[in-house]
């Protein structure tokens, strides 16, 4: 099975901009890969951030955005506020499976 | 409102098998696949597999064939996933999701335990 690989933690100041990338042990990320980002916060459920590289749900923020970058996919926080400190998972789809990454837990210091 | 409502929490003994509802309303049950993801404690998200509710048709990966089953009953619009051969390491809290609308379970939390 392969393997997703996310950064385990980064920290942006408030108002900065902050990329968490997401990798795949096969190769580039590409947008078959159809890459969703997760935001979990202490004691919640997950929720869906972002689908199929960049398309939001009606509640994520604009500062908030998806894209490829450097044959990873990326999330991008700009302007960071202190409710964007959370857990964000990245999930890459191959052939009909899903698979996690590990996470990024971060921090707004 | 849309929700995804979980059964309740269990406690099972290693060696039995546990089934965890999921029950749709407020949208279309037979849209897009229903996942189910789980998260042991203090660990990060594990992807166990999907249903596709329209017709019933699943996909696991690799780790769990052969231990997980999941069905739908469209008449209930209600997905169930069924997990056997319990070993401690199943303790988890398990969500049903329909991930791309953003539909979350509230999570249901099994415990396997001697």
């Known amino acids: 099975q392969a393997v997703v690989t996310q950064e385990p933690s980064l920290t942006v100041s408030p108002g900065g901009t902050v990329t968490l990338t997401c990798g795949s042990s096969?190769?580039?990320?590409?947008?078959?890969?159809?890459p969703y980002w997760f935001q979990q916060k202490p004691g919640q459920a997950p929720r869906t951030l972002i689908y199929?590289?960049?398309n939001k749900q009606s509640w994520t923020p604009d500062r908030i955005s998806g894209s490829l970058l450097g044959g990873k996919a990326a999330l991008t926080l700009s302007g960071a506020q202190p409710e964007d400190e959370a857990d964000y998972y990245c999930?890459?789809?191959?052939?009909?499976?899903?698979?996690f990454g590990g996470g990024t837990k971060l921090t707004v210091l | 409102q849309v929700q995804l409502v979980q059964s309740g929490a269990e406690v099972k003994r290693p060696g039995a098998s546990v089934k965890v509802s999921c029950k749709a309303s407020g949208y279309t049950f037979t849209g897009n696949n229903i996942h189910w993801v789980r998260q042991a404690p203090g660990q990060g998200l594990e992807w166990m597999g999907k249903?596709?509710?329209?017709?019933?048709?699943?996909t696991y990966p690799q780790k769990f064939q052969g231990r997980i089953t999941m069905t739908r009953d469209t008449s209930t619009s209600t997905v169930y996933m069924e997990l056997t051969s319990l070993r401690f390491e199943d303790t988890a809290l398990y969500y049903c999701?329909?991930?791309?609308?953003?539909?979350w379970g509230q999570g249901t939390l099994i415990t396997v335990s001697s």
């Open positions: 999930s890459l789809f191959y052939t009909g499976v899903s698979v």
């Open positions: 096969t190769g580039a990320v590409t947008s078959g890969h159809y």
């Open positions: 999701a329909e991930t791309r609308s953003d539909y």
């Open positions: 249903i596709k509710p329209s017709d019933g048709s699943t």
């Open positions: 199929d590289i960049n």
